[in-house]
C-alpha cells in the first residue's frame, strides 16, 4: 500500500469519532435595533470554554458532542442571550441593545476593556446623554462639573470660548502639568491653556508682587475646541492606580473620550437646533449714593447734581455686564451603512454673544468617522476632525495699571461720564481707562484651526474556541493653528503718550502657534480560556508620542496714525519659544479571570522620553489590582451582588519646560549682541514626578441592581516633586530647581444610584454623588514659599511642610505668616434625576460645594474705590461704628482675613424638560419619514445659592494653575443660560 493511501485511511480513522459523534449547531445572531447581521457576537457554551465568534455577516456554528446544551449569546452593548438547544439544528436570534450598555465595560488597557461588574478600579463614566442630553455645554469640560466624584472644576474667567481647571482626586503638582490627559478615539489631544496674546503689556498683570510665571492672559484651553455633541461616551481615570498603564502623562488622571460610529442599516439623519440667552448669574450692586453721600467722599457733588438733573446717572456695572448674549447651536449627523462598511458624520455650529458687549465665541465642527470590512478578519477604523473656532474675550482679571474694563468698572460711579459724543470718548477723571471705550474698540481675540485625526487596523492573526490573538496598529495626530490678535488704539486715554498712565502711543500684538502633536502604537493581544473557565488576557505593546510647538509673537507699540500693523510702529518686540519633545514606551499587562469570580491584573509600563535629562534613561511604572465578585463565590441574599476592589498603581509628570536646563537669554554688551543666563538655575538630574496611589473600595448591589452604591477610598503620594527654589544669591541665580519634596493626597468617594419609581408610564431614576479630597506637603526639602497669589497680607497659597497643598496663608496680628482659609472643599455632592411620564421627560442636576475659600480681591477694589454695595452698613463692627467698607480695609493691618471668603454654592447645574411627539402623530403629521421629533426647554446655573460676595465662587483668576485654584481679581463674571431646543430624526 502506498504511503498517500495510507495517509488517507489514517485521517479517516482519525475523524470517524467527530463524524459520528459530534453534531452541529448553526444560526445567525441579528442587531435587534436595526435587524441587521451582527458581527462579533460570542457564542459559548455554558458552563464550558467552548465557543465561537459570529461573522461579518452574523453566521456561527458549534459541533456539538451531545445534547441538550445552553448556549450564552453574548455581544458588547446587548442584553446576553441564553438559548436552550436539545438537538442538532439552526438557531436564528435576535439580540437587544442594553439599557446599561455604556456602564458595562470600562478601559483596562491600551487595547482592551473589561466588564464594569468585574473592574477593580472606580471609572467615571459619563454617557452622551448626561453630556448633553440635559442641556448643550459651553465647553466639553465645563459640561463635566458635578456630574462624576473626584473633579474640582474651576473656571478661570467666564468669558465665552472657555478656560477651566479639571483637578482629578486634589493637586497633583505644584509647577509641572496638573491636568489630565485627554484621548480622543486613541489619538492624544493638546489641550495647552497659556497662549499669552500680549495683554500682560498693558494690564502689568504679571507685576505688582504677583508670584507667577503665567501672564495671566486670560486665555482659553484646547479642550474647548472639541465638540460634546458628537461624544459617545467618556470614561474618567482619576488616579495612577487606573492610569498607570499611560506611564509617564497620567499623573494628573486620563479623560479618554470614544465619538460616535456608524452602524449598518438603513441611513439616519439627524437635525438639532438650539436657540436661547445667557445673562450674569450675579452682580456686585454698588453703593447707594445720595448728593450728600458723593460730596462727602469725593467732594464732588456738583458732578452728582448735574448728572442727576440731566437724568443720566449710571448702574455702570449693569451697562457692562447687562448684556444678553444670543446663543444658537446647529447640528447636523448622518449615519449608516451596510456589511462592509459603516460611517457617523457630523457638523455642528455654536455660536454665542458674550454678557458684554464685542465679546463672545463660534465654533464650527465636522467630522467623519468610517469604519470598513477589509477582510473577514482585518478591519480598519478612520477618525477626521475638523474645528475652525473663534472667541473675542475682552480685557478682564487682573491687572495693576488701572487699565482693564472689570477693575475700571468697579471704581466707575454713577456720575462719571464715559459715553461717547460725537464718536469721541471723554476720559475718565476719576481713573486711568474710560471703560466704555476699552469695551468698544480693545480687540482680544484668538483664532483656531484645528484638525484631528486617527486610524486604526485591527487584525485577527488566529482564532480558535479556546484562545485568540489580534494584532492592533493605531496613529493619530492633532494639529492646529492658534492666532492671538491683541490691539489697543492709540486714542485710548491710558495710551496717551503725554498725559495716559502707559502712554505707549497704541498697542498691536500678533502671535501665531502651530502646535503639531502625533502618536503611534502598535499591541498585541492575547486571549486564552482553559475547559476550567479561567481566562487569560496578554497584552504588550509599544508607543511613539512627538510633540512639537512653536509660538512666536511680535509686539508693537507707538502705533502711526490708527494702523494696527505691527510694523506701522516705532518700537517692535520679538518673543519666540519652541517646544518638541520624543516619547517611546512600552508595556505588558496579564489579566487573569477566575469564571468572573477573582479578576487579577499585573502590568507594567516603561517610558523615555527627549524631555528627561537623560534621554535614554527608562522609567518604569507598574500596576496591580484585584476584584472579587462574592455574590459569584458564596449564596449571598437573592438580588444581592457585591464586588471587593484593590488597586494600585504608579504613573508620571514630565518636568515642565525650562526646569532641565539653565536658559540663555540675548543682550547688549557695550553695543555688540551678547549672552547672559535667566536667574532661574536649571537641573539636568531632574527626575519627573512620580504619583503612587493605592485605591480600595466595593460595590454593592441590591434588587437586582436596582439601587447600587459604590464606595471608594484612595490614598495618593507624589514623590520627587518638582519645585522651584530659592537659590543662593552668591551663586548668580535667585531661583532653581529641583526636586525637592512630597505630597499626599486622601479622599473617600461614594456613588449612590436607584431606580426610585418603574412603572408603565412613569419612571424616576435618581443619582447621588459624594466625595471629598484632604492634602498634605509631606515633606519639603526647601523653605516654605508662596506660590500663586500678591502678596502675604492679601492672601496667597502658599507651599509649607504639613499644611495643605491649597492652603491660604496670610499675616497675623503680630505679622507672622499663618493659615487663614483652604481652597479645597469640604466635600462636594450631586442629585441627579431623570423622571418621565409618558412622552415627557424631565432631568435635573443639583450640585453642592461646601466649603473651600477664595481670595477675594474683586471685593478689596470695591472697598478700596469706595463703591462696595455695602460701604456704609454697620454690621461688621461690633461697636456698630465702622461702616463695612472700611472696617474690612482697616482689617487687613491686624491681619489677613477680611477678603478670604467662602466659596461655597449650592447651584441648579442643568435642568432640562422634553416632550417626545408620539409616533402615531408623526405618521399622521410626517407619513414615515419621520422618526421621531423632540421639543423642550433647558437651562445652565439658573439657581445659584451662596454667600461669596462676588460674581460666582466658581471663577478663578488663576483657574489654569496646577496650584493655587481661588484667587478672583475682577473677572469676566460667569454666565446663566437659557435655550429651547428642536431635533428631528429621519
Known amino acids: 500500500m502506498s504511503k498517500i493511501l495510507r495517509l488517507k485511511w489514517l485521517l479517516t480513522l482519525l475523524f470517524i469519532p467527530v463524524v459520528a459523534f459530534s453534531q452541529q449547531i448553526s444560526g445567525t445572531i441579528t442587531d435587534g435595533a436595526t435587524n441587521l447581521p451582527l458581527a462579533g457576537a460570542n457564542v459559548i457554551i455554558k458552563g464550558t470554554s467552548t465557543g465561537t465568534t459570529s461573522d461579518f455577516d452574523g453566521r456561527f456554528s458549534l459541533n456539538i458532542s451531545s445534547f441538550p446544551v445552553t448556549l450564552e449569546i453574548s455581544s458588547l452593548g446587548f442584553e446576553t442571550l441564553e438559548v436552550l438547544v436539545t438537538e442538532a439544528k439552526t438557531v436564528n436570534v435576535t439580540l437587544q441593545e442594553s439599557a446599561e450598555s455604556l456602564e458595562e465595560v470600562v478601559v483596562t488597557g491600551l487595547a482592551s476593556s473589561i466588564k464594569r461588574s468585574n473592574a477593580a478600579n472606580a471609572v467615571a463614566t459619563v454617557s452622551a446623554e448626561d453630556l448633553v442630553g440635559r442641556t448643550p455645554p459651553q465647553t466639553l469640560d465645563g459640561a463635566l462639573a458635578g456630574k462624576f466624584v473626584g473633579a474640582q472644576i474651576t473656571a478661570a474667567s467666564g468669558a465665552p470660548g472657555g478656560g477651566m481647571s479639571v483637578k482629578l482626586r486634589g493637586v497633583t503638582s505644584i509647577n509641572a502639568n496638573g491636568q489630565p490627559l485627554y484621548i480622543i478615539d486613541g489619538v492624544y489631544v493638546n489641550n495647552n491653556s497659556v497662549f499669552a496674546g500680549g495683554l500682560n503689556e498693558v494690564s502689568g498683570a504679571a507685576s505688582g508682587g504677583a508670584t507667577t510665571n503665567d501672564s495671566q492672559d486670560n486665555a482659553s484651553n484646547r479642550i474647548s475646541d472639541i465638540n460634546p455633541d458628537d461624544i459617545a461616551n467618556i470614561e474618567i481615570l482619576k488616579g495612577a492606580s487606573a492610569s498607570a498603564i499611560y506611564g509617564a502623562r497620567a499623573a494628573a488622571g486620563v479623560v479618554i473620550i470614544t465619538t460616535k460610529r456608524g452602524k449598518q442599516g438603513k441611513t439616519k439623519i439627524k437635525f438639532s437646533q438650539a436657540v436661547g440667552w445667557n445673562e450674569a448669574i450675579n452682580l456686585l450692586g454698588t453703593r447707594n449714593w445720595t448728593e450728600e453721600l458723593a460730596e462727602s467722599v469725593h467732594g464732588e457733588g456738583a458732578l452728582f447734581t448735574a448728572a442727576q438733573n440731566a437724568g443720566r446717572l449710571v448702574d455702570w456695572e449693569d451697562e457692562i455686564y447687562g448684556e444678553k448674549g444670543f446663543i444658537t447651536n446647529t447640528n447636523l449627523s448622518v449615519s449608516g451603512g451596510n456589511e462592509k462598511t459603516s460611517f457617523f458624520s457630523s457638523f455642528t455650529s455654536n455660536e454665542e454673544d458674550g454678557i458684554v458687549k464685542n465679546t463672545g465665541a463660534d465654533k464650527k465642527s465636522f467630522r467623519l468617522n468610517v469604519d470598513h470590512k477589509i477582510t473577514d478578519h482585518i478591519k480598519l477604523d478612520l477618525t477626521g476632525n475638523y474645528i475652525s473656532s473663534r472667541a473675542d474675550r475682552g480685557f478682564f482679571n487682573n491687572e495693576n495699571n488701572g487699565t482693564t474694563i472689570g477693575v475700571t468698572t468697579l471704581f466707575s460711579r454713577p456720575w462719571d461720564d464715559f459715553f461717547p459724543v460725537d464718536g469721541i470718548y471723554p476720559d475718565n477723571l476719576a481713573g486711568n481707562s474710560n471703560p466704555i471705550h476699552t469695551r468698544d474698540v480693545v480687540t482680544n481675540n484668538e483664532n483656531v484651526s484645528r484638525i484631528i485625526a486617527g486610524a486604526g487596523l485591527d487584525v485577527n492573526l488566529f482564532s480558535t474556541d479556546k484562545q485568540s490573538l489580534k494584532l492592533f496598529l493605531k496613529a493619530g495626530i492633532d494639529t492646529y493653528t492658534l492666532k492671538t490678535t491683541v490691539f489697543f488704539p492709540r486714542d485710548l486715554q491710558f495710551m496717551n503718550p503725554v498725559t495716559g498712565s502707559l502712554g505707549l502711543d497704541g498697542l498691536t500684538s500678533d502671535g501665531t502657534t502651530k502646535n503639531t502633536d502625533a502618536n503611534y502604537s502598535a499591541f498585541l493581544v492575547h486571549n486564552y480560556m482553559t475547559d476550567s473557565r479561567v481566562s487569560f488576557k496578554t497584552q504588550a505593546g509599544l508607543t511613539n508620542n512627538q510633540f512639537s510647538q512653536n509660538t512666536v509673537r511680535v509686539t508693537s507699540n507707538g502705533l502711526i496714525a490708527s494702523e494696527s500693523n505691527v510694523d506701522q510702529s516705532t518700537n517692535v518686540g520679538v518673543t519666540q519659544t519652541r517646544l518638541v519633545q520624543e516619547d517611546f514606551g512600552f508595556f505588558v499587562q496579564e489579566e487573569l479571570n477566575y469564571q468572573d469570580k477573582i479578576i487579577a491584573t499585573l502590568g507594567i509600563r516603561g517610558d523615555k522620553s527627549s524631555n528627561n535629562g537623560d534621554a535614554n534613561e527608562i522609567f518604569y511604572y507598574p500596576k496591580v489590582s484585584l476584584a472579587t465578585n462574592l455574590h459569584k463565590l458564596f449564596d449571598l441574599p437573592e438580588g444581592m451582588q457585591l464586588k471587593l476592589r484593590t488597586a494600585y498603581g504608579e504613573a508620571g509628570n514630565f518636568a515642565p519646560n525650562g526646569a532641565l536646563f539653565t536658559r540663555y537669554l540675548n543682550t547688549l554688551i557695550g553695543g555688540n549682541v551678547g549672552i547672559v543666563t535667566s536667574n532661574t538655575l536649571g537641573d539636568p538630574t531632574i527626575q519627573p514626578e512620580r504619583q503612587k496611589e493605592l485605591e480600595l473600595g466595593f460595590d454593592l448591589g441590591l434588587f437586582d441592581k436596582r439601587v447600587s452604591l459604590e464606595f471608594t477610598y484612595y490614598k495618593k503620594n507624589v514623590e520627587d516633586l518638582i519645585l522651584s527654589a530659592d537659590n543662593q544669591g552668591s551663586s548668580g541665580f535667585s531661583f532653581r530647581w529641583a526636586n525637592a519634596g512630597e505630597l499626599e493626597n486622601k479622599g473617600v468617594e461614594i456613588g449612590l444610584t436607584g431606580r426610585v419609581f418603574d412603572t408603565e408610564d412613569f419612571t424616576w431614576d435618581s443619582n447621588i454623588i459624594y466625595f ?188 489654569s494653575a496646577a496650584a493655587g485654584v481661588g484667587i478672583e481679581v475682577a473677572p469676566f463674571p460667569s454666565s446663566k443660560r437659557f435655550m429651547f431646543h428642536l431635533s428631528v430624526g429621519l
Open 772 to 959: 471629598k479630597n484632604t492634602s498634605e506637603i509631606t515633606r519639603l526639602d526647601v523653605n516654605p514659599f508662596n506660590t500663586q497669589g500678591f502678596r502675604t497680607s492679601l492672601g496667597t497659597f502658599r507651599i509649607e511642610e504639613g499644611k495643605s497643598a491649597t492652603q491660604i496663608a496670610g499675616t497675623d496680628p503680630d505679622g507672622n505668616v499663618a493659615t487663614f482659609g483652604d481652597s479645597e472643599p469640604d466635600f462636594q455632592m450631586s442629585f441627579n434625576n431623570s423622571l418621565k411620564y409618558k412622552n415627557f421627560t424631565l432631568s435635573f442636576l443639583w450640585h453642592w460645594k461646601k466649603g473651600g475659600e477664595n481670595v477675594n480681591l474683586t471685593r478689596l477694589l470695591t472697598d478700596d474705590s469706595g463703591t462696595s454695595y455695602d460701604w456704609d452698613d454697620l454690621d461688621l463692627d461690633p461697636d456698630g461704628v465702622t461702616p463695612n467698607g472700611l472696617y474690612r480695609l482697616l482689617s487687613l493691618g491686624a491681619g489677613t482675613n477680611a477678603y478670604i471668603e467662602d466659596a461655597g454654592y449650592l447651584k441648579l447645574r442643568e435642568v432640562g424638560l422634553y416632550y417626545n411627539i408620539p409616533r402615531d402623530g408623526l405618521k399622521k403629521w410626517f407619513g414615515g419619514n419621520v422618526s421621531d421629533v423632540k421639543v423642550g426647554f433647558s437651562g445652565r446655573n439658573l439657581v445659584n445659592i451662596f454667600d461669596y460676595d462676588s460674581y460666582d465662587p466658581e471663577v478663578s483668576n488663576f483657574g
